[in-house]
């Protein structure tokens, strides 16, 4: 066990933090992205303002950025309010560029409120590094209050450029993309299928919420005709259940024979639908591998006629009706050659009280309480403010690039802020050279510049799953040829740009070290919330096993709990690089994450019972609180099922006592 703890090495976080995956690659979306930059470049250009054009090149480049890390589906109200707080940034960094002072102490609250704005989640985290590089990069060109607000004005109309274009050339003509990530999950649900019993089932879960969103009325614009294909998620979302609530079982007992043959074909039949969906074959190839599939069903013998061997085998009889349900909607879907009309039916919702109240209370929860968010949020006022403070010292050619990087650099975890401060260091380097070279070599007509841009856009979108430091090269590329329309040593630009990001890496490593977060204290806090979703999944089942079931909030529970699974995870990994981690600490809460996952499967399990039609209460399941024992009328079945609770329930709270 204690592998399981022990730490990635230095040189494997440097090759993780510069990966290159081929099969991430996103051409189309690339293009589609890049486009309406290279609009705004070009056609200010062809109105003889390059000033214009860097400002709305970088702005469109900025709102690019947020739809690729919210992708694929960004809210609207998302990218204007990005947008539109930039455009606010880079007028008030304008207005004050002249006083330094000023222009320093109105930073403070800028960067404060950014920091926080980690506690939100990763794209209003994004969204608040942005607002800090609007104001530092672009809030420099203004002399006067009436330029402030024109180039204030500019970038605005950049971003609603980008913003207004993704909108009209992501209208679908037909359903290619939504079949391409339908069978993306398609096959993720296979390779959960075909996976030893103790793997994860969330990776599989959001392929499968990746195509739900995807096939919703609103990332459609009011299409109706990808009703199958929403009934199939649908099935496909029960089959994961399905497979998730077995290997709950598996990982309890041993297989009986038979079942690694089933689960092989059960995957092979979903590769076939993953085809059959993306039109590459007919639907008589489902036929052919559902009759394998069947007969391998029928080879699962139980060795025995023990309560474990019934509820695998009741939950093999649900997974059966899962998976015809599935193949029923595949089936119908494929002979609906005829594609419905659809519309536009973009709607922005009405404003509400809580959608606003909600966000800012989180804001100042997090500024009054001592957590990772408030400790990022100092950490990165200090830093940027230090990286601004030190460009004007040494009077740094173009030191606001300092500030920039620290900006985007510093995270609130050591994992986060070593792999993109490496990948985004040699990025950079990359992204420099090539810059400098081209311009070098080929000293582009404005013309030929925004083709250039243009083209380095669309293979920066388009890698940016691939390989961040890929990525981030090509848009250090286009940034300095955006440069390079208004500057003419373009050379000594890419060797500045290359300093400041370095010094930027520097003071981000260094203020994080000097004061890093508290190992463990986010696996904590996500073990409490997983504890707390896992309650109120408990809760609803034992209301279904009262036979009142509320079928959507146990859904939703179900998904709230394997979100939080996953959340407590992701911080262990996190926790497993931090400079002052505890070997024992680590393992407590590995166990406790054992003990959470286990306990979600038990209660999976349960609402499959409740389902099937038992009906118990927690006091005869031994569950309710108080010392009472499971009552002795009990099924043999039902009894298991309230040990492994009982059990997981005390591991997770990080105890080891026994029922």
Not at 184 to 207: C, E, H, K
Not at 527 to 546: I, N, Q, V, W
Not at 628 to 654: C, F, H, W, Y
Request: hydrophobic content about 45%; aromatic content about 6%.
């Amino acid at each position: 066990m204690s592998s399981i703890h022990r730490a990635p090495s230095v040189v494997s976080r440097v090759r993780a933090s510069v990966r290159w995956d081929l099969s991430l690659l996103t051409p189309v979306r690339g293009l589609v992205t890049a486009l309406p930059v290279g609009a705004c470049v070009a056609v200010a250009l062809a109105l003889h303002n390059p000033s214009a054009a860097v400002v709305m090149g970088v702005a469109a480049n900025l709102v690019a950025i947020i739809s690729l890390v919210g992708a694929p589906v960004v809210p609207l109200r998302f990218a204007v309010a990005d947008g539109v707080l930039m455009a606010i940034s880079v007028v008030l960094g304008n207005l004050t560029a002249g006083v330094t002072w000023l222009h320093l102490a109105l930073l403070v609250p800028w960067c404060v409120v950014a920091g926080a704005a980690v506690s939100l989640g990763l794209t209003p985290g994004v969204m608040g590094s942005q607002a800090i590089v609007a104001y530092v990069v672009l809030g420099r060109f203004a002399d006067s209050p009436h330029q402030a607000l024109h180039v204030g004005v500019l970038f605005l109309c950049g971003a609603l450029i980008e913003i207004t274009a993704l909108l009209l050339l992501r209208l679908p003509p037909s359903l290619r993309h939504q079949r391409q990530t339908l069978g993306v999950a398609l096959r993720g649900v296979a390779d959960y299928a075909r996976a030893p019993a103790s793997t994860s089932g969330f990776p599989a879960l959001n392929l499968v919420d990746q195509a739900r969103r995807v096939l919703t009325s609103s990332s459609l614009l009011g299409r109706s005709d990808a009703r199958d294909l929403r009934s199939v998620v649908e099935s496909l979302r029960r089959v994961r259940l399905g497979l998730v609530t077995l290997n709950g079982l598996r990982e309890q007992f041993s297989d009986p024979p038979g079942l690694a043959d089933y689960l092989t074909r059960l995957g092979d039949a979903l590769d076939t639908s993953a085809k059959l969906v993306e039109h590459r074959l007919s639907a008589r190839a489902l036929d052919h591998v559902h009759e394998e599939l069947l007969r391998a069903r029928a080879t699962i013998t139980s060795v025995d006629s023990s309560p474990a061997a019934a509820l695998i085998e009741r939950r093999l009889d649900d997974l059966d009706d899962a998976l015809e349900e599935l193949r029923r909607y595949l089936l119908e879907e494929s002979e609906d050659v005829v594609e419905g009309a659809w519309r536009v039916d973009v709607r922005w919702r009405r404003p509400r009280a809580d959608s606003w109240r909600t966000p800012l209370g989180v804001l100042l929860e997090t500024l009054r309480t001592d957590n990772p968010a408030r400790r990022h949020a100092i950490r990165l006022t200090l830093a940027v403010i230090t990286a601004d403070v030190v460009a004007h010292v040494f009077s740094l050619p173009r030191g606001y690039w300092v500030a920039f990087s620290v900006a985007v650099i510093l995270k609130p975890d050591y994992s986060t802020l070593f792999s993109r401060g490496v990948g985004r260091v040699v990025g950079t380097v990359l992204g420099a050279t090539l810059a400098a070279l081209l311009i070098a070599l080929l000293q582009p007509s404005p013309a030929l510049s925004a083709l250039i841009i243009f083209v380095l856009a669309t293979l920066a979108y388009a890698t940016w799953a691939a390989s961040f430091a890929v990525s981030i090269g090509l848009v250090t590329s286009v940034v300095l040829f955006l440069l390079s329309l208004t500057l003419t040593n373009s050379y000594s630009t890419a060797v500045d740009r290359l300093l400041d990001v370095t010094i930027g890496a520097v003071l981000s490593f260094a203020t994080y070290l000097l004061w890093p977060s508290p190992a463990g204290t986010d696996t904590e806090t996500a073990l409490e919330h997983l504890s707390e979703s896992l309650r109120t999944y408990l809760s609803l089942t034992f209301d279904a096993l009262d036979d009142h079931p509320d079928t959507t909030r146990l859904r939703a529970a179900s998904r709230s709990a394997h979100f939080r699974f996953h959340e407590a995870t992701l911080a262990h990994g996190r926790d497993l690089v931090e400079p002052d981690r505890d070997p024992d600490l680590l393992a407590l809460h590995q166990s406790r994450l054992d003990g959470g996952r286990r306990l979600l499967r038990a209660i999976h399990t349960l609402r499959f019972e409740a389902e099937s039609g038992v009906r118990q209460t927690p006091e005869e399941l031994g569950l309710a609180p108080g010392p009472e024992s499971p009552d002795e009328t009990l099924s043999p079945e039902i009894r298991l099922i309230a040990d492994e609770i009982a059990v997981s329930r005390t591991r997770l709270e990080g105890t080891n006592e026994s029922r």
